[in-house]
């Protein structure tokens, strides 16, 4: 059975702490690979900074990865279009040993808190 996967994390300002928000805020999800990154998704951020995305496994077992068991994950936000954050790729995320099961199915992979 191919799991979902709720990954989530949280933004923050560097110079006054609050959570970063917005319209014009939006976060990319990726799956580093050796050809080419597997695109998870995207999404806006909420009043509190959180985003979150859900994808199944499939989605980051590509063509160049097809064994791929666990997923090297990383994100970039963007202000306006323009990119203004790119994180550490988290390599080889033990999906079942960081995960815990989700009341809405799946399981959760909280990625942090990062100062932006």
């Keep these: ?3 979902k996967l709720n990954i989530r994390l949280d933004l923050i300002r560097k ?6 928000s917005g319209d014009d805020y939006r976060v990319e999800f990726y799956d580093e690979d050796l050809i080419k990154d597997d695109f998870l998704g995207e999404t806006g ?3 509190f900074g959180h985003a ?4 199944y496994r499939k989605k980051f077992r590509s063509l160049d990865s097809p ?4 997923p090297d994950i990383f994100f970039k ?5 323009k990119e ?3 994180s550490p790729v988290f390599k080889n995320i ?3 040993e960081v995960s815990n099961y989700s009341a809405s199915g799946g399981l959760d992979v909280d990625l942090g808190t990062f100062m932006i």
Excluded: R
Excluded at 52 to 55: L, V
Excluded at 77 to 81: I, L
């Design 52 to 55: 979150s995305i859900s994808i």
């Design 15 to 20: 110079d006054n702490k609050e959570p970063l």
């Design 67 to 70: 064994a791929e068991k666990d």
């Design 84 to 86: 203004i954050y790119k």
């Design 94 to 96: 033990k999906v079942k």
């Design 1 to 3: 059975m191919d799991d």
């Design 45 to 47: 951020l909420d009043n």
């Design 77 to 81: 936000v963007y202000k306006s279009e």
